[in-house]
């Protein structure tokens, strides 16, 4: 039997062994996000991306499915509760894995986002734990032990943070460098990374579009190397952001013009070398696809380098149990997609949420005797927002009511006016 077959080998050793079987040309295959099939191998395509954020988001864009949608990494951060977040997380990778078992769906998902929120013009604030790295840490860690499961061999689903590192601001991520000095760095932002690696053991690692202090992130070796893997022990596969190592030289893919470049390599097939030596293994994009054959012609990479970023990736795929019979999260099922637990688990989670800072008044529970009349001001009041990477924002939900039309349920009958401002 060979090697990578055998389900008595450790997975590094069989994911070497099948790469070791690989042409130059398969392997290139195999380094972008959308891995080809090796049929000869038995190896079928693989695509590591899917996101999760704060229930199974899946290929909603080409297929409806049934999930759950809980509230967003920044309300839930807000509860303070480690357990309740990690019950939410097992909940949602038993729905990712129940998918993968009923409809294919793959289990590498692009979660959660937990860069610090310290300017809410960030523009994806609700993504992430808050600004505070010790909490967003913590609750980091959490969200990724109840994503990958606690079976002691087998990984339930992978969990990959992002964006490593200091991706705080929109505007200008593909051109603009965030500087810091090392403490701050050190202490601060690379900090929640830290307890996502260390504590929370995450599978995988998502590089940023930006540099720091100067260097692209996705060939930054005081990030890839000295933190991530010598002094963190990280031994999981690292995907860039989609385009982020064409941003290294100069990305076409999200437009035209000079604007998404940080020209910090001199060329595409530069970009693609140097991404994979200082240890982006997987490129979410199609750079290696287009310049990594020519990048080795040219002597900018060994195959070694290569084999390494591939067997990182297979490791991976091995310990999801994805080549092996008798997984036992293969026997997670329709009954954990979309259950009644699920929705009662979201409700108790969305209560949890809510913070009231002072109450000495003792306005809430409102008092329906002497309330005459209740403002309600907001535009979410009016429509649905569930936040980025929501599938409710594509299909039709279960419960739908509008806070608005939800406040005046509740006063119906008892002669209380409810007004509305947008605000």
Not at 184 to 213: C, D, H, P, Q, W
Not at 338 to 345: G, P
Not at 356 to 369: E, G, V
Request: proline share 3%; with cysteine.
């Amino acid at each position: 039997m060979e090697i990578y077959r055998d389900q008595t080998r450790s997975f590094e050793e069989r994911a070497a062994d099948l790469v070791s079987k690989m042409t130059l040309e398969e392997k290139i295959m195999q380094v972008g996000y959308n891995a080809a099939a090796i049929p000869r191998l038995g190896v079928p395509r693989y695509d590591y991306w899917t996101e999760a954020s704060h229930g199974f988001f899946g290929p909603f864009e080409t297929r409806q499915m049934d999930a759950t949608s809980y509230p967003v990494c920044l309300a839930m951060s807000q509860s303070w509760d480690r357990e309740k977040l990690k019950k939410v997380t097992t909940a949602i990778s038993d729905e990712c894995r129940a998918h993968h078992n009923l409809n294919d769906v793959e289990l590498h998902m692009w979660c959660p986002t937990i860069n610090m929120a310290r300017d809410p013009r960030n523009g994806r604030s609700d993504e992430n734990f808050g600004e505070d790295p010790f909490l967003g840490g913590k609750m980091a860690a959490s969200y990724i032990q109840g994503m990958q499961g606690e079976d002691g061999k087998y990984i339930k689903v992978v969990s990959t943070p992002k964006h490593y590192a200091l991706n705080s601001s929109e505007n200008n991520r593909h051109n603009g460098s965030s500087n810091v000095d090392e403490a701050t760095l050190r202490e601060y932002y690379a900090k929640v990374f830290e307890y996502a690696i260390r504590e929370g053991k995450a599978e995988s690692i998502m590089t940023s579009y930006n540099r720091i202090n100067g260097v692209p992130a996705s060939v930054n070796e005081q990030l890839l190397t000295t933190f991530l893997r010598e002094e963190w022990g990280f031994d999981g596969v690292v995907v860039s952001d989609c385009g982020a190592v064409a941003d290294c030289y100069r990305n076409p893919m999200f437009g035209s013009g000079n604007t998404l470049a940080h020209y910090y390599c001199k060329s595409m097939e530069e970009a693609s070398a140097l991404s994979l030596i200082c240890g982006t293994d997987v490129s979410c994009g199609p750079e290696h696809k287009k310049a990594l054959l020519n990048a080795v012609k040219q002597g900018l990479i060994d195959e070694g380098v290569i084999d390494r970023a591939i067997i990182r990736a297979f490791t991976s795929r091995f310990r999801l149990g994805l080549f092996d019979e008798n997984v036992p999260y293969d026997k997670i099922g329709a009954e954990s997609v979309a259950s009644r637990e699920m929705a009662d688990l979201a409700v108790d989670m969305a209560n949890d949420t809510i913070v009231l800072l002072k109450n000495d008044k003792k306005l809430l529970p409102i008092d329906k005797s002497k309330v005459k009349s209740i403002l309600v001001v907001g535009p979410n009041a009016l429509y649905r927002q569930l936040g980025g990477y929501s599938a409710g924002g594509i299909v039709e939900t279960v419960v739908n009511v509008m806070a608005l039309d939800g406040v005046r349920n509740e006063v119906a009958g008892s002669g209380i006016q409810v007004s509305y401002e947008k605000g």
